[in-house]
């Protein structure tokens, strides 16, 4: 009755729509009305405008004007956001909106989160408008219901596309919007986001290879500016660490309570630490500032959350948790501690502040150690060139396409040839050839060439009709159990005694700790009581501990284009310290170098060598990210061996690494063009690195995702190192009878990209090769000294 009388009042619903527009205030902004009207021409694409400018509008009001006019049922908007804490301000955004305009809709959330009662509704009848994450959607796919639910659904939006691009959750999303597709041929697609550096090919990846996306981009200008908190001497600064606690007086004394403020750090462990060392300092601010990053139970997440947008909590120390585009108007200030590694990272941590349209902002950074200076200088003049660093992709891998198709298996079932299209579609995977498709089918089919002695591993078969779908219930159910991409560490629950969660804690700090011991998580001071299966059982302690959890998991390594922007800054700084305080601070420390050795220039390498009471050290400094040097020096330790045997204990850092032998080498005579050359590069590669070593560890999480091996079952769940003993044996049988297992060479393919960063590094050898080759001998190390080095095992040949 509702929607009838709105169509008897005549009123155009986009006239309805510009009314709550100025009733709020606004007017539609320029992109918005362009969004608008490709939509309406029932075009598909991407929407690139800065955070906080309005993209959620953008990409709804024309499902909402449609039902405005239209009483349609079923899914009509189709919302997917990577966070779960997202679609909560989503649903909110969406749903002010409809209450003021009237319209009688369902307007839903299904994540995780979301309650048994409420996803057995959904699961028979979905809403009108839905939110949810990838990997919800996927689950959603996999029932039989799924082809009669989405069959009606006009729009899908993807939000802060650029966190999914190229990524295994990415892809996995790929392939269910190839489904969606599928169902539903006419549905558009909008992706969402900020920071991309190819819009044009992040657009097609969300596309597909059917449709030619739109590419929205604002004439909005955000700024972004960078301030320093500079240490009053850098000279006696830290050459050394990743913690910057020497800063902490400075930086207490720059916080201002009564503004709203986020202080971001690149790891948890770093985020407790200075949760801790500011609460020590200013004990009168608790309650009013708090911690948040991914391990800690989501409610009180959501309550800091909460607090923040009221203007209860006034400051949080966070990591990239809150990086994504949560809503805090109110948020005034952002402090970054140590560099953010990456130019797209800074830009989206300084849009916390002010996330308003058009509003600049502005992100305060904090150095914890000298040459930190340097990599702030080359982040700000990155953005101010409007520079941002693209995203590496994977191609179709084969453990997501195996959870594709026992997902299709266990919805509606499928036709492999009619399958074998729509998968093509994706953009990931245009390139799949029909053998490798029944590589992959026959896997999941009956195990492959051998595994198919063991009924578990026969998961799907075709019906009378030649139809494949799941072989029985039981397996429809754990599949749907384990339905997902994200890695997940070996982490246990971390409860009171009581009963309420804390969040999750690293397997293998809990094992070293013994009943009675004292550790700080989640801002508190907990004694450990019991492990519990995989719960660990605490209670409050009045004592301090200065024992902080630590996860797993590296520091952040230095993006490519960060990487060369700082060789830029390194060619002009000496000009640039006049209007560049970082960089005037730094350069006493410049000076020093040069006066000792040298500085290189963009088009140099530096090398230098030096003997010690350890033995003979050559140091080179690419400034081409910790991963790439992690390749770089077994391979060069490798190639100089191919001339002199030697054996070589191996350090790298982000800004360069130490080869260093305990007899007389000749470095200098060895250090030639040559030594950098990509050919043979892939079979040097293999021989200078323990591959196998390192693609077994991969292979846990290629056979958790495939389905080989189960991390969760009804009533239970299995612990990180039963997933690796599993997958272990999986590995071995699989390299010891079919060497040429796809899942063998794809775990090699991402240990080398994961580890190494394969395709960075052969661009690095390929501009080290043509590189101007400066060689110094020096009396004793001095650059590499000052910035933590990771040892690597010693290199013998």
């Not at 050359?677 to 590669?685: F, P, Q, T, V, W």
């Amino acid at each position: 009755m509702k929607r009838a009388a709105r169509k008897r009042s005549g009123e155009n619903s986009w006239v309805r729509i510009e009314n709550w527009f100025a009733a709020q205030g606004w007017q539609p902004l320029p992109f918005q009305r362009r969004a608008w009207q490709e939509q309406i021409q029932s075009r598909s694409g991407l929407i690139y405008v800065p955070t906080g400018s309005g993209k959620t509008y953008a990409a709804v009001f024309t499902t909402l004007a449609r039902l405005l006019e239209i009483a349609a049922e079923g899914l009509q908007l189709l919302y997917i956001t990577p966070l779960r804490a997202l679609s909560r301000d989503v649903e909110k955004a969406i749903a002010k909106p409809c209450s003021d305009l009237g319209l009688d809709i369902r307007i839903e959330t299904r994540t995780g989160d979301t309650k048994a009662s409420l996803r057995r509704k959904q699961k028979q009848n979905l809403p009108h408008i839905l939110i949810t994450t990838p990997e919800s959607f996927a689950l959603l796919l996999s029932y039989p219901e799924a082809r009669e639910q989405f069959r009606q659904t006009k729009m899908v939006v993807v939000d802060e596309w650029h966190e999914l691009v190229g990524g295994k959750r990415g892809i996995l999303l790929e392939l269910g919007l190839a489904r969606l597709r599928h169902y539903s041929p006419l549905v558009q697609t909008w992706a969402l986001s900020a920071t991309l550096a190819d819009p044009e090919s992040a657009a097609q990846l969300a596309l597909g290879t059917l449709q030619k996306p739109v590419i929205i981009n604002a004439e909005i200008d955000r700024a972004v500016y960078l301030r320093f908190l500079i240490p009053d001497q850098v000279d006696s600064f830290p050459w050394a660490g990743h913690l910057g606690l020497t800063m902490r007086d400075k930086l207490v004394a720059d916080l201002d309570i009564g503004r709203s403020t986020l202080i971001f750090t690149n790891t948890r462990y770093q985020a407790e630490k200075w949760y801790q060392e500011i609460l020590d300092a200013r004990p009168e601010w608790a309650g009013l500032m708090a911690l948040h990053h991914g391990s800690i139970d989501e409610r009180s997440r959501n309550f800091v959350e909460s607090g923040l947008k009221s203007g209860l909590i006034k400051l949080v120390v966070c990591t990239s948790s809150l990086d994504l585009g949560v809503d805090f108007p109110q948020v005034e200030r952002v402090y970054q501690i140590g560099s953010p590694k990456g130019i797209a990272r800074t830009i989206q941590r300084a849009g916390r502040a002010h996330h308003r349209i058009g509003e600049s902002c502005e992100i305060t950074c904090v150095p914890t150690h000298a040459l930190e200076l340097l990599e702030f200088a080359a982040t700000r003049s990155a953005i101010e060139k409007g520079e941002v660093e693209s995203r590496p992709r994977l191609q179709k891998p084969y453990d997501v396409l195996a959870q594709h198709l026992v997902s299709c298996a266990a919805g509606d079932g499928f036709m492999p040839a009619e399958l074998f299209a729509e998968i093509k579609t994706a953009t990931s995977y245009r390139d799949l050839t029909w053998q490798e498709f029944e590589w992959v089918l026959a896997l999941v089919e009956h195990g492959g060439q051998n595994l198919s002695s063991y009924s578990e591993y026969h998961k799907i078969a075709r019906d009378p009709a030649g139809r494949y779908r799941i072989v029985t219930p039981r397996l429809a159910h754990i599949h749907r159990m384990n339905i997902g991409t994200i890695h997940s560490d070996a982490q246990l629950k971390v409860k009171f005694l009581r009963g309420k969660s804390l969040g999750l804690i690293e397997e293998g700090f809990i094992s070293r700790l013994k009943k009675g011991d004292r550790f700080v998580f989640a801002g508190r001071t907990l004694e450990l009581f019991r492990v519990e299966d995989d719960t660990v059982l605490v209670r409050l302690s009045e004592k301090s501990s200065r024992a902080i959890t630590k996860w797993p998991g590296s520091r952040l390594p230095i993006s490519e284009s960060l990487s060369e922007e700082i060789r830029q800054i390194l060619t002009s700084e000496k000009k640039a310290r006049q209007t560049s305080p970082e960089l005037a601070a730094v350069g006493v420390i410049l000076e020093r170098q040069a006066q000792l050795s040298a500085v290189p220039e963009s088009h140099q390498l530096l090398a230098e060598t030096c003997r010690t009471r350890e033995g003979y050290h050559l140091f080179l400094y690419p400034f081409d990210s910790r991963l790439v040097h992690e390749g770089l020096a077994p391979l060069l330790a490798y190639r100089f061996t191919r001339a002199t045997r030697a054996t070589f204990s191996l350090t790298v850092n982000d800004y360069g690494m130490e080869l260093l032998s305990r007899e007389v080498f000749p470095f200098e005579e060895l250090l030639k063009p040559e030594i950098f050359s990509i050919e043979n590069l892939a079979d040097d590669i293999l021989a200078s690195l323990n591959i196998s070593s390192m693609a077994k560890r991969q292979f846990r999480d290629i056979a958790r995702i495939t389905g080989l091996v189960n991390q969760n079952y009804p009533g239970r769940r299995h612990l990180a190192r039963q997933l690796q003993a599993s997958a272990s044996l999986l590995f071995d049988v699989f390299q010891r009878y079919e060497p040429d297992n796809l899942l063998l060479r794809q775990a090699e393919r991402e240990a080398l990209d994961q580890f190494f960063e394969q395709s960075r590094l052969q661009r690095t050898l390929q501009r080290l090769g043509s590189a101007e080759l400066i060689i110094r001998h020096i009396p004793h190390p001095f650059w590499i000294s000052f910035v933590d080095g990771a040892r690597i095992v010693a290199f013998d040949q």
